[in-house]
């Protein structure tokens, strides 16, 4: 049996254990196993109202419009994001604690993608879509969690009555 030198130990030890706990978050990586806090992924072969959020940079501020949604519980949306702006941006669909805790480790790993079914990444110039229902009333958001662009008016709130 082969043995490793302490700083060959150690590197194993830190992807292993880096490993673990990734393994339990879900797709990517990003902290969601089969539960979101705003819902459930949706269907799209069902019926959707379309909602369009752009996102970008104006002025010094980088923001989404529409900053306000309201829906229905049980409301299925289909959103059509567009990035008009000249720099990457993303749309993070979940509570407010969910966001401000991966924007924290976004700030570890900046260029962390996300392409999951509650959270695009998008180029400049780009657009996607997400189908999401809204399972759960409350208060949820979406922002944009690449570094210091949430603390610039990346935000929009989703009210689900």
């Known amino acids: 049996m082969k043995t490793l030198k302490p700083s060959g130990t150690a590197l194993v030890a830190a992807v292993l254990l880096s490993t673990a706990a990734w393994a339990g978050a ?3 990586g990003h902290g969601h196993d ?13 019926p959707a109202r379309i909602v369009q959020v752009t996102m970008g940079e104006m002025d010094g501020k980088m923001m989404f419009m529409p900053s306000r949604l309201e829906v229905k519980r049980g409301e299925q949306v289909k959103f059509v994001l567009r990035n008009n702006g000249e720099l990457e941006h993303e749309f993070v669909l979940a509570n407010t604690a969910e966001n401000l805790k991966h924007g924290e ?6 260029d962390m993608e996300h392409d999951d079914p509650n959270a695009k990444r998008l180029a400049p110039k780009k657009a996607v879509e997400i ?4 399972t759960k009333t409350g208060q949820f958001e979406y922002a944009c969690l690449i570094p210091g662009h949430r603390e610039s008016g990346m935000i929009g709130t989703v009210t689900v009555k």
Do not use: C, H, I, Y
């Open 131 to 134: 189908v999401w229902k809204f």
């Open 34 to 46: 089969e539960a979101f806090s705003a819902g459930e992924p949706g269907d799209p072969k069902k």
């Open 26 to 28: 879900g797709p990517s």
């Open 105 to 110: 480790a976004m700030k570890k790993n900046p």
